[in-house]
């Protein structure tokens, strides 16, 4: 049969038809009448069709269903507009497929090449399911705009979030949702995301019912063929995060407020024992600044004698995470010690521990008090004592006395009168310490007179000098003019024997006795400076407490009634030492003013 579609040469003829028949397309050619002229392989085994039986035949007669089709409209236009028409088209039973199709108008009609796609259309199919099926089952709001940022989609979802139904969105733009702080943050990334750049931020979204909710919103561009025609969007509710976040900042505000306004001390250390952080009360209790603690260790504000049990606090909870809480010694930025109750607790996070908090309450005080209270005990179990011996030693006193005058009569040595002299001056002197004793159980009152404090220190020389020698001291003065005081002879007299005493007594193998006397200010100071072995500054700490001394057989009353003494002249005793050197007293007493009245009654010590 004679093939139109195929002029010139038969051999340009034959080389066409052998092109054709090697194709993978199908391919048939049409006159002018649509009757089918050539067919090639391909083309008859896709049309399930003998190649013989459909050449000359009309195609529209050979395949009616293609009438109601795109393939009648598409070929007519091809020949009557001269135009290349490309599409693609299901034919029903018994082809039941689908054709990707290009019809090419020649002179002689139509030239028609077409495949099968059935295939690529179901997978197309079945994709465009799973990305439909992504777009409506997606539990965020997935939505799309045009460049005007009008919605062109939205999923359920979507909906539900803004409280719009899908119909009402369709008609919207964006704007409506946006909340007024957010909307030049919203087209600032809507422009961006239409220019090109995908966008992520966090905005606001205005609910129908004017709700409020925290979105994550991700806005990419649309682009098609190369070309970018909208925008797409995917909101999320995380409003439940943000609650979340909100009560977590609201704890740690809590906890961080707690820690500013305890009145505690606070110290947070890391790891290492090092601090890292404190509060406020911290930084008032050592006077140290934050940069300041930072830079330094515990052994920087713990006391030696306490460094290591503090380091086994912090090892125990560091290590155990356990808690522990004992009273240590610190020392401030003056290097002045602290009494503190220390608790040192673990922090743990995720149940790792990552240092640990170390809180101290200052005791100092609270011990000082009790030190205080403890004192007033003993003073007033001193005083009660004290009230017996004075009550017990003035009966056989009294008789001593009476005694001795009945002999001082009947003496008739004359050469030795002056024994019953020192006698009677010595007995007054019990007396005078018995009153003493007195004033530990009541205050008395005592005259105060103009006195000569040199005097007085040459009568108290005088009288404990024989044992001084005896005991082979030797008592060395050092002291030109001394002002006048205002005070009670004999009650001073019992402080600077009872001073001197003791120094005396703490040179068993000999030494010297050093007294002086120095004016500084409107005081007087009278040192008086040993050669004994010394104390600590823990037994200076100590002296004047009732039953307290260095001695062995002392009662620690000597020095107490001291200090009440001289504390009632309106001075103060300072004891000083150095071990294996000495011990210096300091006796500080207020100069008489020139104007001052010298007789007075004032409560005892």
């Not at 990334?189 to 205005?206: D, L, S």
């Not at 306004?261 to 911290?282: E, Q, S």
């Not at 009494?339 to 995720?350: E, F, Q, R």
């Not at 150095?578 to 001052?596: F, K, N, Q, S, Y």
Request: glycine share 6%; hydrophobic share 40%; with cysteine.
């Amino acid at each position: 049969m004679e093939n139109r579609h195929m002029q010139g040469s038969p051999a340009g003829q034959w080389d066409a038809q052998e092109i054709l028949e090697q194709t993978r397309d199908g391919f048939y050619s049409l006159d002018r009448q649509w009757r089918i002229t050539y067919v090639n392989h391909r083309a008859a085994e896709m049309l399930q069709r003998d190649r013989e039986s459909l050449t000359g035949r009309t195609v529209w007669d050979e395949f009616p269903e293609a009438v109601s089709s795109s393939f009648y409209t598409n070929f007519h236009k091809a020949i009557q507009d001269s135009v290349v028409m490309e599409f693609e088209e299901y034919y029903p039973a018994p082809m039941d497929s689908w054709y990707d199709v290009r019809a090419v108008p020649t002179r002689e009609g139509l030239a028609v090449f077409f495949r099968n796609i059935t295939a690529q259309r179901k997978q197309a199919q079945h994709r465009e399911q799973h990305y439909k099926s992504l777009f409506l089952q997606n539990p965020d709001a997935v939505f799309s705009f045009d460049l005007e940022g009008h919605f062109l989609s939205v999923n359920p979802a979507t909906a539900k979030l803004t409280g719009y139904s899908a119909h009402e969105l369709l008609t919207m733009s964006y704007l409506p949702f946006m909340h007024e702080s957010t909307m030049e943050q919203t087209h600032y990334h809507f422009q961006q995301a239409a220019n090109g750049v995908p966008q992520k931020y966090e905005n606001v979204i205005v609910h129908k019912d004017g709700t409020l909710i925290p979105c994550n919103v991700t806005n990419m561009p649309i682009i098609v063929d190369g070309r970018i025609v909208g925008v797409y969007g995917i909101a999320k509710d995380i409003s439940e995060r943000k609650k979340a976040e909100y009560q977590i900042l609201d704890s740690q505000l809590r906890l961080r407020s707690l820690l500013h306004n305890h009145p505690d001390a606070i110290y947070t250390l890391d790891a290492g024992k090092r601090i890292v952080d404190c509060n406020p009360a911290g930084e008032d209790l050592l006077g140290y600044t934050k940069a300041e603690l930072f830079a330094m260790t515990l052994k920087d504000v713990v006391s030696s004698a306490d460094i290591r049990l503090a380091s086994d606090m912090i090892d125990g909870a560091l290590t155990a995470g356990s808690s522990d809480a004992k009273e240590l010694l610190f020392l401030d930025k003056d290097g002045s010690p602290l009494s503190s109750h220390c608790t040192v607790v673990p922090i743990l996070i995720h149940g790792e521990v990552l240092g640990s908090y170390m809180i101290l309450k200052d005791v100092t005080e609270q011990r000082e008090t009790e030190k205080l209270l403890l004192k007033s005990e003993k003073l007033h179990i001193a005083g009660q004592l004290a009230a017996a011996v004075a009550h017990e030693i003035r009966n056989p006193l009294t008789a001593l006395k009476g005694f001795l005058k009945l002999l001082e009569a009947s003496n008739e040595n004359r050469e030795r009168g002056y024994m019953f002299a020192i006698l009677q001056e010595e007995m007054e002197r019990i007396e005078s310490i018995t009153n003493e004793l007195l004033v530990l159980a009541k205050p008395q009152c005592a005259s105060h007179v103009r006195l000569d404090l040199a005097a007085v220190l040459r009568s108290v020389i005088t009288l404990v000098n024989p044992q001084a020698i005896m005991q082979n001291v030797q008592i060395l003065t050092k002291y030109g003019s001394v002002p006048p005081v205002r005070g009670e002879g004999n009650q001073l007299k019992q402080v600077f024997v009872n001073i001197l005493k003791n120094a005396i007594e703490v040179m068993p193998e000999g030494g010297e006795v050093a007294i002086g006397v120095e004016t500084a200010g409107r005081e007087v100071q009278v040192r008086i400076r040993d050669q004994g072995r010394g104390i600590t500054d823990e037994q200076i700490s100590r002296l004047g407490e009732p039953f307290y001394s260095t001695k062995e057989k002392g009662t620690g009353l000597g020095l107490m009634v001291s200090k009440k003494i001289i504390e009632a002249h309106g001075g103060r005793l300072e004891v000083t030492s150095r071990l294996d050197v000495g011990t210096t007293v300091c006796v500080i007493l207020p100069v008489l003013e020139a104007d001052e009245p010298v007789k007075s009654c004032v409560t005892g010590p």
